[in-house]
């Protein structure tokens, strides 16, 4: 069974620079989710798209945004990147009628 | 809001042991609940899932899990472990209040180690 796609799986930037993380959903799915794991923590829910309008909004720094694509991918831009920005990103998919989230095997950010 | 509580942060049993991953949560609304696994340097995969109906729900790997509403609990089990589950445990909780949103909120995971 096809799952969620998210590239690139590891990145690399330095302090101050940008990434693009993507996230590809399972097809038919039309709800992504946006979470974040720093290390040896639990993954904390940062923003979801429901039908390419954002649909609800967690702990995002103002320094990243996302948007959900007419193909139902997202993608999450994060600008003036921080030490602290470290993490592993997750996305995950749904489809309304059965509200189980599938992730994504996750982008991997290492800021230097 | 709704939060969710896993008693134990780490659980080390033998091979062949029966194992008990607990799970409380908080919230003042009906939820879903979930298991997640997640294996070393691996993505989040779904173990099994209450939405509704049968108390006991049962996922991959032999795993089960029972819900009680009156201990807002939802504990993981499995009756006979394998090295191979070796992975950090997360308990999930969505809320339905939220609309069309289900987001998750976790609790901090619980590493289970098998000995040999």
């Known amino acids: 069974a096809a799952g969620v796609i998210q590239s690139p799986r590891h990145l690399i930037k330095e302090k101050r620079e940008t990434a693009t993380l993507k996230c590809y959903p399972i097809?038919?799915?039309?709800?992504v989710y946006w979470y974040q794991q720093g290390p040896g923590q639990d993954p904390q829910f940062l923003i979801s798209f429901y039908e390419k309008m954002q649909s609800d909004k967690g702990s995002i720094p103002d320094r990243f945004s996302a948007q959900q694509f007419s193909d139902y991918h997202s993608e999450l831009n994060m600008s003036s990147l921080e030490l602290g920005d470290s993490a592993l990103y997750f996305c995950?998919?749904?489809?309304?009628?059965?509200?189980?989230?599938?992730f994504g095997p996750g982008t991997r950010l290492t800021v230097l | 809001a709704q939060s969710v509580t896993q008693l134990d942060s780490q659980v080390p049993v033998f091979e062949e042991a029966p194992v008990e991953l607990r799970c409380n949560y908080s919230s003042s609304v009906s939820v879903y609940l979930f298991w997640y696994v997640q294996y070393p340097n691996q993505g989040l995969q779904l173990l099994l899932k209450y939405l509704s109906g049968s108390t006991l729900v049962k996922g991959i790997n032999g795993f089960e899990a029972e819900f009680n509403k009156s201990q807002t609990s939802f504990h993981l089990r499995k009756p006979s472990v394998h090295i191979s589950d070796t992975a950090e445990y997360f308990c999930?909780?969505?809320?339905?209040?939220?609309?069309?949103?289900?987001?998750?909120?976790f609790g901090k995971g619980t590493l289970l180690t098998v000995n040999p």
């Open positions: 999930a909780v969505s809320d339905l209040s939220g609309g069309s949103n289900y987001k998750l909120t």
């Open positions: 097809p038919r799915h039309d709800t």
């Open positions: 995950a998919s749904t489809e309304q009628i059965t509200d189980t989230q599938y």
